[in-house]
């Protein structure tokens, strides 16, 4: 998460350098492993290996936070606390979401002398990249405030393949991995080759050319696509299949 405070790179702290968090005000940061703390209340033996994360903290006195231009202002869906089987999981080992609600969006953008709205309407469930935007915290919640650029797409179920992406996004499922060599040697988990090849589940709408003009995606669902390796948001579904979105930019071929 790209903040302008620690968010930026989770710090990880020891008793050693605990020295370097003084100058924190610690009643607005957030231990993942011990909760909220209170001045005072570590000592040395408190500290193993403790990852400090802190998000902007915006005073009572205001009510609300109005974007500007293009940015959108997300409320942060709450991490998961258990599993599927009902087993509560330490904090260090929820998934970070990647989703929430639309609360406010800024008046939009000029490209050229075109004046564009945003695509994201006030109500919308979406789905950001994983290290966009700034933390902010207010009326006692997480919000997330970021780019409409850094919006991958809409969600309106619970699982991921249900995914409509945003602008120049490529929603693709991801073809399995090899389970075994040429040779015929099965492969572990660890040493399996990460795929980059997949179908197209859906695209967004496309880019805007510097008039404002759209201009629709060269791939389409049902292709099966050569993508980079590292490129994009991982995401699983509910079946267990693996999914990613990406820019259209990272799809470098089409396979027939």
């Known amino acids: 998460m790209a903040t302008s ?7 990880t702290a020891s008793a050693r350098n605990l020295a370097s968090l003084q100058g924190l005000r610690l ?6 492993s011990f909760g909220t703390l209170k001045p005072g209340a570590l000592t040395s033996r408190s500290f193993k290996r403790l990852v400090v994360k802190a998000a902007t903290v915006v005073a009572p006195k205001y009510t609300s936070v109005k974007p500007l231009g293009d940015r959108v202002l997300v409320k942060i869906k709450e991490t998961e606390e258990k599993t599927e089987g009902g087993i509560l999981l330490p904090t260090t080992a929820q998934s970070k979401p990647q989703g929430g609600e639309v609360v406010a969006v800024g008046e939009g953008k000029t490209i050229g002398n075109t004046k564009l709205e945003s695509s994201v309407k006030t109500g919308a469930q979406v789905i950001y990249s994983k290290y966009a935007g700034t933390e902010v915290e207010f009326n006692g919640a997480n919000h997330l405030l ?7 797409g809409l969600l309106e179920t619970d699982d991921i393949k249900d995914l409509k992406p945003l602008n120049d996004r490529v929603f693709i499922k991801v073809s399995e991995a090899e389970e075994k060599t040429a040779g015929g040697l099965l492969l572990t988990e660890a040493s ?6 997949g179908t197209v589940i859906a695209v967004g709408p496309g880019t805007l050319d510097e008039e404002g003009n759209l201009k629709p995606l060269s791939v389409s669902p049902g292709n099966t696509v050569l993508y980079s390796k590292y490129a994009g948001n ?6 267990g299949s693996n999914y990613i979105a990406l820019r259209a930019s990272d799809v470098m071929a089409a396979l027939y």
């Open 146 to 152: 970021l780019k409409e650029d850094d919006i991958v």
């Open 27 to 32: 009643s607005t940061v957030k231990f993942s």
């Open 234 to 239: 991982d995401f699983k579904g509910n079946d």
């Open 5 to 11: 405070q620690l968010t930026a790179s989770s710090v």
């Open 192 to 197: 399996k080759e990460k795929p980059s090849i």
